[in-house]
């Protein structure tokens, strides 16, 4: 394809996208496409001869866009709705134009140090401690998820903890603490680093808050010293992936500090809410304790999947647990330690100039447009929360900081296996009619509802609507 006719199909791809977003509160929400009909559609066998690309957005329309589930539809509020803007759309693109390859800064310095810029602007804009940034002892790093910020982080922690016990004289077993209510990436970081699943402890929760309990982290920890253990690393949550549940980061901070064990905050979805002043509270023990922090601004903050922010307060034993130099990547720019490589701050070599996006999203909406986002969805989520609460027919799980409202509808019924599974066929037939997307849970163990509003195009007129739909069938249903 040649540049004139990038400029032409370019055009009508833009123009196709802009389409899309106006129109796609017509689609069905989710998908309704059956396993393997878009395979089916696809032909076996890659063409031996190119086409035009008119060729290609006609196979979209056709074949891909059924087969898509809408997630910037605005009654989307299933998991957490994906935060696509035009800002972070067009940083993309240009970000793909240039096709950088941002491994180290001298193969593009802008790559390097705009990503540095970004990520201390959002430090700041977060409220985040100064030795998170990349003038303090620390610094941030774009990564493609919370998984990977969390994996990179025990690398780190297992790094500092090596050097700390130096070569021991018989093999070391290293635990890990999380709670029930902890995202899944975490154990499997512990799988990936060789921590192993039987040392992830995994530490009961305040049955009322669903918030990890931090005498029973004292207690398995200590237990493990005890037992010849080394213990190597804490997660705590904030905005858990369930209920959006808030660990103590404080108490379990003291904790780990007296033991000297890594703390990561995950707070993938909820840490961004952080851009209000009036949100600030959630981080309480961040700046003290926190070894490392992670948050998404592609979850809630108007940009892309994908773009996972991590923050570390001490990059050495980051830098030290992935950093390698072949003769092949050996430049003066890097042995002048100078500049920052960020390949020495995450799993793969390469990276894409995921910074572009998320300068142009901050740039667009500037710190009051984020915060504006921020705002109207926990206040759509507060009215949605006092909707159902007024009703005698369903139940709000409390509390509700953010986007998420956890809910259940109350049935007759009372056999508790018989009322979840009529709260999963609401949920189903809600889904199934493609005009909104709902996900579930469990909590204590019963069945209850997500409602995660947050979807930039969502108003208050789709969670409205959406909750008349929603006492609609439940009244079918009873
Ligand atoms: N941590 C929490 C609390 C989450 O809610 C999620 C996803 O919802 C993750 C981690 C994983 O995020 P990612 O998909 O960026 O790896």
């Known amino acids: 394809m040649t540049p004139e006719e990038f400029r032409e199909h370019g055009k009508r791809v833009v123009d196709w996208i802009a389409d899309y977003l106006v129109d796609v509160e017509k689609c069905p929400v989710r998908s309704p496409a059956r396993p393997g009909e878009v395979r089916s559609a696809l032909p076996a066998h890659a063409p031996e001869r190119g086409a035009d690309f008119d060729a290609v957005l006609a196979d979209m329309e056709r074949i891909v866009l059924p087969g898509i589930t809408h997630w910037q539809h605005p009654n989307f509020f299933a998991y957490f709705p994906a935060n696509a803007s035009g800002p972070a759309i067009l940083g993309d693109l240009l970000s793909a134009g240039l096709g950088v390859q941002g491994m180290v800064w001298a193969t593009s310095p802008a790559c390097t140090e705009l990503e540095t810029v970004v990520v201390d602007w959002l430090a700041e804009l977060l409220g985040l401690p100064g030795h998170f940034r990349t003038d303090g002892a620390g610094g941030g790093v774009i990564q493609d998820s919370a998984s990977s910020a969390v994996l990179v982080a025990l690398l780190a922690a297992l790094h500092r903890v090596r050097k700390r016990t130096g070569s021991a004289p018989r093999p070391v077993r290293y635990t890990m603490y999380v709670s029930g209510q902890t995202h899944s990436s975490v154990e499997r970081a512990g799988r990936i680093c060789g921590v192993g699943t039987d040392n992830v402890r995994i530490v009961d929760v305040d049955p009322n808050t669903l918030a990890m309990d931090p005498r029973q982290l004292e207690r398995l920890i200590s237990a493990d010293i005890a037992a010849g253990a080394v213990p190597v690393f804490v997660c705590a949550t904030i905005g858990t992936t369930s209920t959006t549940a808030i660990d103590p980061v404080r108490a379990i901070g003291e904790i780990c500090r007296s033991h000297d064990v890594w703390l990561h905050v995950d707070a993938a979805y909820a840490g961004v809410a952080a851009i209000c002043p009036e949100m600030r509270w959630i981080n309480d023990g961040v700046a003290e304790y ?9 979850k809630w903050l108007l940009t892309n999947f994908d773009c996972g922010l991590l923050w570390v307060a001490d990059r050495q034993p980051l830098i030290g647990a992935l950093s390698a130099l072949p003769e092949y990547l050996r430049n003066t720019a890097s042995e002048s330690g100078e500049v920052i490589d960020y390949r020495d701050w995450q799993v793969p070599l390469g990276r894409r100039f995921r910074a572009l996006k998320l300068w142009s999203v901050i740039r667009w909406y500037g710190a009051e447009g984020l915060r504006a986002h921020i705002r109207a969805g926990i206040a759509m ?34 056999d508790p296996e018989r009322a979840d599974e009529l709260t999963m066929r609401l949920m189903e037939s809600l889904n199934d009619s493609g005009d909104m997307f709902l996900s579930h849970t469990k909590v204590r163990g019963r069945v209850v509802l997500r409602m995660a509003i947050g979807a930039p195009a969502t108003g208050m007129s789709h969670v409205r609507a959406a909750w008349s739909r929603i006492r609609a069938v439940r009244s079918q249903f009873a």
């Open 290 to 298: 926190a070894d490392s922090y992670a948050s998404n601004a592609h």
């Open 381 to 414: 989520a507060d009215e949605f929360a006092a909707l159902v609460s007024a009703d005698p027919n369903f139940e709000v799980l409390d509390p509700h900081h953010f986007g998420l409202v956890c809910f259940r509808p109350l049935w007759t019924e009372t």
